[in-house]
């Protein structure tokens, strides 16, 4: 895959293989670890903590920044990171009343205070927008470090902490005979400021060198890893202020993740009983469901539209279709597992948030575990 060969992993392998022996958890095949209430030491209540960071959103960010003079494109790097922790933790029931930490690390050398300053800003203005939704985030403080040595432009991440009743618990539990709910990545959510292009905070070093142009390595190597085979660095034509598809190609990059924990806790409220797994697709896009199923086969014959950033990304190289779909979310970034019937109701209430829905496929039985998407291109097959 060209994304290895740029040092990141789609499916994150190596990890997996690194973390199998360890316990995992209650409810083992939930979409985050489950702890027992070690704060407050209740049988009827769970801990969850959760720690995840904006990726390289923030070499993006960096090179914006420094092209433009925009510094608020970091306030968007702050929302990545917060969405890529309370987005994963909600998938397993956990909705409200958080604790949050926070980690920056930096290069003084390049990155000023003020750039410090719109992420922590940025952080406050996502709470304050959650609160409105009746989702409380604490905020806890957190680490800011000078590490050079380290960190060539800047990293953003959070440890976040809820503790819930544990019959809130989502775990998976996908059936035959389930249909798929897929949620859009995209659009305009009523609790967004404005256009979502949909590309989250997975994919970014692959979508960054494949379509930036190559003048960005030579006016800013610190941006990459040196370390990369350079016919791999920056090989696209565009640049940062050009258009595409109505939109500044640097802004539909740096797209904040959207939030989609509004929605799983209304829909939660109104169905908790009646759904059956919910997968948040960021590390290994339209195969992150692979991990939570068995004797299981996924077909995914209505997938949602591929909003205009992907495909912008994919028009660079002509990349292949069954790398795009393992890397990217592709306008799909969250999954219901439920009934018909109940897929209806939840396909109202995303409405009611302005997020595009649909019943995208269906779950059958089978021997192992597989994943076919029947695109408007091709079939793929994952398994």
Known sequence: MTYEKRGVSAAKEDVHNAIKGMDKGLFPNAFCKILPDIAGNSPDYVNIMHADTAGTKTALAYL?????GDVSVWKGIAQDALVMNFDDMACAGATDNFIISSTIGRNKNLVS???????????????ERMAGHGIRINHAGGETADVGDIVRTADVG?????????????NIDMKPGDVIVGFASYGHATYEEEYNSGIGSNGLTFARHELLNNSY????????????????VYTGNQKLRDEYAGHIVGKLMLSPTRTYIPLIKAMLDAHKNEIHGIIHNTGGGQTKALHFMNNLHLVKDNLLPIPPVFNLIRSQKNTDWKEMYKVFNMGQRLEVYTDERTASSLISIASSFNIISQVVGKVESAEGKKITLKTDNEEIVYS
């Open 158 to 170: 959070f440890t976040v902490f809820a503790r819930y009743p544990k019959k809130e618990v989502v």
């Open 217 to 232: 390595a030579a006016k800013y190597p610190e941006s990459f890893d040196p370390n990369i085979d350079r016919d791999y």
């Open 113 to 127: 205070g003020e750039v410090i300053k719109a992420i922590i800003d940025g952080t406050n203005e996502f709470i």
């Open 64 to 68: 914006y920044w420094r092209e433009t």
